[in-house]
């Protein structure tokens, strides 16, 4: 977490997943139209809490971030994402069977 020894920080070109590409530009959009600041941002990826934290990778800590942020903010509630997510995940399904 913020401010703790990690190591030393793997410098090798990454080839990023869409899903990767598409929160940074989500995330990018949201702050560019001031939902949230990167102060807000950096708190809310320091709060999720070691356990959770520890077992997400770079752009999974931003997604749970903006996610937190915007339910903070009243942009969306948890009914809300947990009807998107299913529609996701229903969507996702059919297209792993075609």
Do not use: C
Not at 86 to 98: D, P
Request: hydrophobic share 35%; glycine share 8%; proline share 2%.
């Amino acid at each position: 977490m913020g401010g703790l020894e990690a190591g030393s920080v793997d410098a090798n070109d990454h080839n990023h997943a869409p899903w990767e590409k598409k929160i940074d530009a989500i995330r990018n959009l949201l702050s560019k139209q001031n939902y949230f600041s990167v102060d807000e941002l950096r708190r809310a990826i320091e709060t999720l809490g070691p356990g959770v934290y520890d077992n997400l990778n770079y752009y999974e800590r931003w997604t749970a971030a903006v996610t937190r942020l915007l339910q903070e903010k009243g942009v969306i509630t948890t009914d809300e994402l947990g009807r998107m997510m299913a529609t996701v995940e229903r969507e996702w399904r059919e297209v792993r069977k075609s």
